[in-house]
């Protein structure tokens, strides 16, 4: 037990992912051994797989720290049941997890109509507002390793499937500060996403805010981005 605590200890101190061997060496435990422990952690959610042998505090580990943060300091849930009171819109806070992300808070739109979304589903990383918010701010090297390991699978029409497309796209979030999937990853819905950035201004997950696409017109959405970055601001700072 205290050879996992301390692996997890290193796997998700702050300052972005870090390599199995130097967790292995600052937790004081043979590589095969934490190699071993780290693949039991990623199952459970506490710890995430980056790709190139490094690891980064998982969903259910942020999810856990914002819980005992909020306490103190904010309420990770008040930020977003404050920005859907301020947009009337369906609210979603998702971690990255590896090669995807996964949503760990939804808070429903004052509207009749009702996401097809869900506390731990997956999300894809290239044709979501909240995956493409943080593809958007992942060094080059780990862009290039999620797009040749999963691929640009075709959603709906309006999915980018050409690696040079998205990476314009990407561009533009990044001097925006948010993404739009325009029924990128499902017809008739559309959403804004922003990215939630850890102290040295990793991506560790997005928020968003969902809509349908015949309830509230493309600029009507748009017009929520400064809601919407700040209340990822906000929260950021809280999983800090």
Same mark, same amino acid.
């Given at each position: 037990?205290?050879?996992a605590?301390? %692996? /997890? ?10 390599? *199995? ?15 071993r %422990? ?13 790709? &190139? ?7 259910r ?12 300091? @904010?309420?990770?849930?008040?930020? *977003?049941?404050?920005? !859907? ?32 979304? !869900?506390?731990?589903? !997956?999300? $894809? ?8 918010? %943080?593809? $958007? ?9 999620? #797009?040749?390991? !999963? &691929?640009?699978?075709?959603?709906t029409p ?5 690696? $040079?497309? /998205?990476?314009?796209?990407?561009? &533009? #979030?990044?001097? *925006?500060?948010?993404?739009?999937d ?6 008739? #819905?559309?959403? /804004? @996403? ?6 040295? &201004?990793?991506?560790?997950? $997005? ?5 349908? %696409?015949?309830l509230?017109?493309?600029?009507? /959405? *748009? ?11 906000? #929260? @950021?700072?809280?999983?800090?």
């Open positions: 037990m205290s050879k605590l301390r %692996i /997890l200890e290193e796997a998700a101190r702050t300052g972005g992912p870090r390599q *199995l061997a130097d967790i292995a060496a600052d937790a004081g435990v043979l590589k095969p051994s934490t190699h %422990i780290l693949a039991t952690l990623a199952e459970l959610g506490y710890v995430t797989t980056l790709g &190139g042998g490094s690891y980064a505090a998982g969903p580990m942020r999810a856990l720290a914002a819980e005992v943060v909020s306490e103190s300091t @904010g309420d990770v849930a008040a930020e *977003l049941a404050a920005l !859907r009171a301020a947009v009337g819109q369906t609210v979603h806070l998702a971690l990255r997890s590896g090669d995807h992300a996964v949503y760990t808070h939804k808070v429903e739109g004052d509207q009749p109509y009702s996401m097809a979304s !869900r506390v731990g589903m !997956r999300l $894809a990383m290239h044709c979501t507002s909240i995956g493409k918010a %943080i593809l $958007a701010h992942l060094p080059e090297k780990e862009i290039d390793e999620l #797009i040749t390991t !999963r &691929g640009l699978e075709r959603r309006n999915t980018h499937t050409d690696p $040079a497309r /998205l990476r314009v796209d990407l561009a &533009g #979030i990044r001097d *925006l500060g948010y993404a739009l325009d029924e990128e990853n499902e017809t008739t #819905i559309r959403c /804004l @996403g922003a990215p939630v950035l850890d102290a040295q &201004g990793y991506p560790v997950g $997005a928020v968003s805010v969902s809509t349908v %696409i015949f509230l017109p493309r600029d009507e /959405l *748009l017009g929520h981005a400064p809601a919407l970055m700040a209340t990822a601001r906000r #929260i @950021g700072a809280l999983l800090n």
